[in-house]
């Protein structure tokens, strides 16, 4: 009986309960006044849809009679995603815009703010992110992941947006003012945090349409009424090249090559044209939607002019080069051109030629091409391919000079595979053959000629021993006969010397003698000394006055076999017993 007493109580006072997941909308059933034409939320206490919603909670003085409480869940937006909004009410979007501009409202829960605050109808600007929010769901409808299919939207527009690690998001406005004229892309816009804060974009000038900013790697609260994301790899620069950028965008046009460059327009990194500047090896945001990059290769480049193709694929459309001699032969010529870019001089290059590609088709083809064509008019194909190296020194220091005037480096000018007329290398072929054949024919007879002396001078060999053999027999008899000549005058010359000697002695001997004798004679006498002198002699010499053997006159045998017997003991022959 209590509970009846209660519930007739509130209802007589009016009373509406509000749970805590409920937001309740107040619709006034009439009342003294009415909406104003166009108008649809109610923020005088009009009759009709109520701007301000009831919260969690007990409300009295909502007559059932007068005010109907409609019971609506609070909206919901799940992690990683976000929600659109659209409003009924509000002033009408300006002319030129197709979003209405975001108002400070706490996120669509204060309904009288934003429609006192300026807000205006329809598609919003601002977007709900993740969270709960208490809104008026009669002024907001809310669009989220799970019933965007019901009103023709793709759910995948109502996620984050993620860009991924190593790509760059190209960003396309829906909103804003019209690009200005020769420009194809809007300016870059502050404070507008990536995307994320339209209105911001909107109040610092932003422009609809392709943008100059690119959306780096992560994950961003996007709108997709508001804009279209494009994801597309970074540049990457490899080892050995940088990266030349031209810019459609950008500040005015202001040359900065100086007075030297008369070819073409460098500027400064930010302006519109061939920055001055190139990307070096690396990874680099680039938005290829507003700028170009030519990679220049900064290491050595080989052009073949001839039927292979290096892996840059620069010399795909070059051939052989097909020239006419002095002797009107016509005959190909297969040559390799090594050049270098500086990194400082990619710039320039690109600047006057456009691309390293039209850098060989433009450039390199005629001057190396037309160099060999005329240089091989002065001469016939055989001083060609017998002065080869010198053709090839010649060529390398004409077509430096030349590619030295568009700021690439000749390294080497190179000849490869000549190719002469088949009817001229047969000819010349013969004649080689023949010439050959000549040298062989005098190489035979050289040798035959050599033969014919070894075998002569191996007679006049064996002659010659013996001639040897004579001539040394001849000096050896002069030899001896010298030698005996030598040997009759030394022994004659120390003959005269001994007889000379001998004879001043003998000399001297008998000086000494007579000088000997003539003091004896003085001092003895001549008689005694003779006599005395007779003395000397005979004991000098041993003579024997008294004989060995004396034999007497008597006659008989006795005697002389005595003597005989004498004689015999004497010599020795006989001997003693």
């Known amino acids: 009986m209590g509970i009846v007493l209660f519930i007739l109580w509130a209802f007589w006072l009016g009373a509406v309960y509000i749970r805590e997941q409920e937001v309740g909308i107040v619709i006034k059933k009439f009342g003294s006044r009415s909406l104003e034409p166009g108008r649809l939320i109610a923020l005088a206490n009009e009759s009709g849809i109520q701007a301000d919603t009831l919260p969690p909670g007990l409300h009295f003085g909502l007559w059932k009679w007068q005010y109907r409480v409609d019971k609506v869940p609070v909206v919901r937006v799940c992690q990683g995603e976000i929600a659109l909004v659209m409003a009924a009410d509000g002033s009408p979007i300006p002319p030129g815009r197709i979003l209405a501009r975001a108002v400070d409202c706490d996120h669509f829960q204060d309904a009288r703010r934003f429609l006192t605050g300026g807000g205006e109808r329809g598609r919003q600007l601002a977007i709900i992110t993740a969270g709960t929010y208490r809104i008026n769901t009669e002024l907001f409808q809310i669009i989220t992941s799970y019933n965007a299919g019901e009103l023709g939207m793709n759910s995948e527009y109502l996620r984050v947006y993620h860009v991924s690690p190593d790509m760059v998001g190209v960003v396309t406005t829906l909103d ?139 010399d795909a459309k070059l051939s052989s080069i097909t020239v006419r001699s002095k002797d009107g032969f016509g005959f190909n010529l297969d040559v390799a051109q090594i050049i270098h870019v500086g990194a400082l001089d990619a710039p320039k ?51 430096r000079t030349a590619l030295g005037a568009y700021d690439v480096q000749a390294i080497d000018t190179l000849i490869g595979d000549i190719t002469p007329p088949q009817e001229l290398m047969l000819t010349q072929t013969d004649r080689k053959i023949a010439e050959e054949q000549r040298k062989t024919f005098e190489v035979q007879e050289a040798a035959q000629i050599q033969r014919q002396q070894l075998v002569r001078q191996t007679s006049l060999a064996d002659i010659q021993q013996q001639v040897v053999g004579a001539e040394q027999g001849v000096s050896i008899a002069e030899l001896h006969a010298r030698a005996a000549v030598k040997k009759a005058d030394g022994e004659a010359e120390s003959i005269r010397l001994r007889a000379h000697g001998e004879a001043e002695a003998i000399r001297a001997t008998g000086n000494a003698k007579a000088e000997a004798y003539r003091a004896g004679v003085e001092s003895l006498g001549s008689e005694s000394y003779t006599i005395m002198q007779l003395m000397q002699i005979v004991g000098d010499k041993n003579v024997r006055i008294v004989p060995d053997v004396a034999v007497t006159g008597q006659s008989g045998t006795g005697g002389l076999a005595d003597a005989l017997l004498s004689t015999m003991l004497q010599s020795g022959k006989l001997k003693k017993s």
């Open 176 to 314: 804003g003012q019209p690009i200005s004229e020769g420009e194809i892309a809007g300016p870059n816009v502050p404070a507008h945090d990536n995307f994320q804060n339209p209105q911001a974009f909107l109040d610092n000038g932003g422009h609809r349409g392709l943008q100059e900013q690119p959306m780096l790697s992560g994950s961003w609260n996007l709108n997709p009424w508001f804009v279209n994301v494009e994801q597309v790899h970074m540049l990457e620069i490899p080892i050995g090249y940088v990266g030349v950028v031209i810019s459609f965008v950008g500040r005015a046009h202001i040359d900065v090559s100086g007075a030297d460059f008369k070819h073409g327009d460098l500027v400064a990194a930010g302006h519109k044209g061939v920055w001055v500047t190139p990307l070096y090896p690396g990874k680099h945001p680039i938005n290829p939607r507003v700028m170009k990059i030519e990679l220049v290769p900064t290491t050595n480049i080989v052009l073949n002019w001839a039927n292979r193709t290096e892996a840059h694929h620069f």
């Open 349 to 399: 290059v690109i600047s006057r030629v456009g691309s390293m590609q039209n850098m060989v088709d433009h450039v390199l083809q005629p001057i190396v091409g037309n160099y060999f064509r005329n240089s091989a008019q002065d001469f016939s194909v055989l001083d060609f391919l017998s002065a080869r190296s010198q053709r090839q020194s010649e060529a390398a220091r004409h077509i």
